[in-house]
């Protein structure tokens, strides 16, 4: 499969009005294939205000919607999914509770072992991180491109890069192997605009 563009939320989102507009220039520019809502230190009534608004304009552009780590907020606004963390939810709990259709992915740092367990037990991606330095989060675990090349190589569960990447480093992590590209960032925080920020990403990934 082509290598394909997968957006996350910004950590914080002040005026959610504001964001949503953005998020609309943002899907405009160029084909996503989902858009994980992850904001963090907030209310659960905050994300749940914020998934309301947005998920339609993801859904009007093509774009699957996928909650990080509530599972009871996935099912309760009935999203596309969810992803969960090595701390979070476990993925059999998760599927217990969302049901066959969701789209669940799993965090599995730069560990093979954990992928295999979570591709063997259904999981419908997995995702290996951080390749480069990121002031998104901090980064306990650094993961070698060589990761995503023996998992393309060996398994069919689609994988995502994530962590540090950019326009200027996407081509080598989707020559790699990986699936996916997840970024927030390097779209949100593009000096050209959230648009200019997806489709220098695509035009990376195409090559």
């Known amino acids: 499969m082509t290598c394909q563009l997968y957006l996350i939320t910004p950590p914080q989102i002040a005026d959610h009005a504001a964001f949503a507009k953005t998020l609309d220039d943002a899907l405009s520019a160029g ?39 509530h599972v009871n907020l996935a099912k309760e606004l009935r999203l596309d999914g969810v992803h969960i963390g090595q701390s979070d939810t476990s ?11 969701a789209m669940i992915g799993v965090t599995c740092h730069n560990s093979r072992h954990l992928a295999m367990e979570a591709a063997e037990s259904g999981a419908d991606y997995v995702a290996f991180g951080a390749f480069f330095p990121t002031s998104t989060k901090t980064v306990e675990h650094m993961a070698e491109l060589d990761t995503l090349t023996i998992w393309q190589e ?17 081509a080598q992590v989707a020559a790699a192997g990986a699936d996916f590209i997840a970024v927030s960032g390097a779209v949100w925080n593009h000096p050209d605009g959230d648009g200019a920020g997806v489709a220098t990403l695509l035009a990376a990934i195409a090559g």
């Open 154 to 170: 060996t398994m069919e569960v689609p994988c995502v890069a994530i962590g540090g990447i950019t326009a200027d480093n996407a």
């Open 31 to 69: 084909p996503v294939a989902a858009l994980q809502i992850r904001l963090k230190d907030v209310s659960l009534d905050e994300i749940r205000a914020l998934t309301k608004l947005i998920t339609p304009i993801a859904h009007r552009h093509g774009t699957a919607v996928l909650m990080n780590d």
């Open 91 to 101: 993925y059999r709990d998760a599927r217990k509770m969302l049901g066959t259709e």
